[in-house]
Each structure stands twice: as C-alpha cells, then as structure tokens.
C-alpha cells in the first residue's frame, strides 16, 4: 500500500525539517512503504547536508552496519519484568 500525503509530509516535517512542497508530495506518492520513504530520507543529500560531518557519519554507519544484538538479561528483566534465576542468587 502506497504512503499517504499525511505520512510524505510528517517525513518531511521530522526528518528533515521543512514542509513538503506539492512536488514532493506527488513524487514520493509511489514509494511503498513508510519504512522506505524513511530510509531514503535519512540517506538523502538533503538530510545529510543538514548535519554535521560526524553526525553524518555516525547515521550512515548506522544504517549500513546494523547487527542484531544478542538477548541479555537486563533486556529480560525490563521486557518481562522477572529477573533471572542468575541474578536472583547471592
């Protein structure tokens, strides 16, 4: 299902702080998703002028070089709101 005008314009709003243009609007009404009009926007020259060169950097790294991250025992706790025997014994 194609993005709406709303979601085109709050992308715009969001990430790259200005509203969107009719233009802009009717060109990014084809994208397929939301989660690909946000990575297109995020890796856009437009978006990466905006900030500084490390920030860029630091944004780019990230969305190259994800890795999944493994499950932990604070992340258990927090999410399930138990605490591993592990961590229960003194």
Known sequence: MPITR???????RLILGREATEHDLDVWR???S?????????TSG???SSLDNSAADTVDASLTNVKP????ATFDVCMCGSVPAAATMV
């Open 6 to 12: 709303e979601e085109i314009a709050w992308s715009y």
């Open 46 to 48: 437009e978006f990466r």
């Open 69 to 72: 991250r493994p499950p932990s």
């Open 34 to 42: 939301l989660a690909e009009m946000r990575r297109l926007c995020l």
């Open 30 to 32: 084809d994208v397929p």
